[in-house]
């Protein structure tokens, strides 16, 4: 089976959906329609970019143009991962911690992937990195983003509680123990939810492509499990990372609590 | 050899200030609000950064683990924080009969809930969880703030031999005259980060 070429007409009638949706959450006064057209817009010239991008990457596939790429993806995820928390670590640390702890945890599971379990050759193909990356690193900085947005935001609420714990002598791991479970928790729901609905509520995205690109789907349903376990195993270690660097810098040398670490939320009108 | 040495201790809005306490000696803070007495005790308990020099028996608080020296010299925030469920986890070692009896409590208060105990019920464990562990300087922050008459007394009384019978020294913070008076030896008056009276 081939797959169904889209044509512009295909694209713009989703396009429309989207414009209606917008109409409608002007009446409602939901205040989403701006956010909603541009986050479409933002998605439709990304991925227009990156498809040129990996147009010219497959053709010449060169170890070092897949490094830019894959160095390019990092700090964007990195940035990212500091966008989203409201109480993000001040100075270098609130990107630092977050792409020091994704390129730990994806780039070691997306190379171990690609030289040992799927081979190809070369282990550094684009066509099976830049996806295996980019569905790690995807993956990987939502928990982390989770995680971190948790650690800090909870250590800026649970002041009393944690200074408490230190007055009556916990060292600082002590005394974070509670917070560090919970944050790592907080970091492992989305990819453990997608876990328990796959294949009986949702069908993953990989295995949806493939099968509408005509694979056999025992065929897709193999490439899927990979990758659930991967982007579990990445997910996992890159949050355990970011909250293990995100308690040794929420405390210094002599177990205190540096709150002025933590840069406060801009303020909203 | 004084039990706490303090030698031009400073942090943001505080200082430089030294004093001394002796073993067993007892000293009452006062001062207006925002005269920097939390931030003073904060200091003492190194839960904020601070220059200067802080000793125990002589012995540099930098030489110390930052724990064994909260465990040394330990603080009692004016507002008690609770993090487990049931009262007794937050002991690491059970308190005397005897301990809990001078405050006014039976045995079973181990097994209560924190979210069903009043604010001075708090403030009481609060201070019962401090001291259980017997530390040589207490760092008391209104510790009386939320209790009774009957209350206050029984606190004071219990703080008087603990410090007596230890040779533990005492810094307490209180805004009642007639407090400051009958448990404290010696007085500091804090006014912006300073010391203006001091006996």
Redesign the interface.
Known sequence: MQAITLTPFDLSLAALLILLLAALSHPLRLGLERRLLLSALRTAIQLVLIGFVLEALFHYAALGLVALLALFMLLVAGREVRARQKRPFTGGWGFGIGVTSMFLSSFSVAILTLTVIIGPSPWYLPQYAIPLLGMLLGNTMNGISLALDHLTGEAFKQRATLEARLALGQSAVEAASDLRRESMRIGLVPILNAMAAAGVVSLPGMMTGQILAGAPPLEAVKYQILIMFLITAGTGFGTMAAVWLGVRRLFDERDRLRLDRLRAPAARP | MPLLTVRDLTSLHLGPLSFELAAGERLALSGPSGAGKSLLLRAL?????HGGELALAGVDALRM????W??QV????A?????HDLVGAHF?QLPKPAELEALGFDPGVLQWQVARCSTGERQRLALL??IT?GPRVLLLDEPTAALDPENVTRVERLLLDYCQQREAGLIWVSHDPAQIARIGERHLRLQGGQIVTGT
Request: with cysteine; glycine share 0%.
């Open positions: 308990a190194d839960l904020d950064p683990r930052a724990a064994e909260r465990r330990a603080y009692l925030p507002e008690s924080a609770w993090w690491c969880r401090l562990p």
